[in-house]
């Protein structure tokens, strides 16, 4: 029994040493709009709170809104967050990650950009990863749609 327990501990903090960063270069998410900033910035402020993020800040005169961190389970099709062993941490559900959303518009474009915070939870504080996590753009896209549809 002693053995096993040393083999799982053994295990556990491997995974903690063979960290991966994510190799993924993460896409700037931007698209040309023909609607005015003031009703592209009134469409994203009512999204955003329709999907539960909390503004953090917004300045329609300088066509900006940021959110607070959002917790949100993001898949390995929506974000990078690295590998254990061949693993993705992503697939793991001991993984937590939140999410927070910039919008900048200009007369012309709408650019969508996010922050992702990632931590690895395996059961013990002193096992936890925080992870780096780059976005897939998938997220992005699809709220970027919402805004010059909608």
């Not at 922050?115 to 780096?132: M, S």
Request: one cysteine or more.
């Amino acid at each position: 029994m002693k053995k096993y327990i040393f083999l799982s501990a053994t295990l556990l903090s491997a995974c903690s040493v063979t960290y991966e960063a994510p190799h993924t270069v993460e896409p700037v998410v931007k698209a040309n709009h023909s609607q005015s900033v003031k009703d592209i910035l009134k469409n994203a402020k009512r999204t955003l709170l329709m999907d539960g993020y909390r503004i953090q800040t917004f300045d329609d005169e300088a066509g900006i809104i940021s959110t607070s961190l959002k917790n949100k389970k993001l898949t390995p099709q929506e974000a990078d967050c690295g590998q254990t062993m061949g693993l993705d941490y992503l697939k793991d559900n001991r993984t937590k990650t939140e999410l927070a959303l910039n919008i900048i518009v200009t007369e012309k474009e709408v650019t969508v950009k996010s922050n992702i915070h990632g931590e690895y939870k395996p059961g013990r504080v002193d096992q936890d990863i925080t992870l780096t996590c780059i976005s897939k753009g998938v997220v992005e896209n699809k709220l970027l749609k919402q805004l010059i549809t909608g």
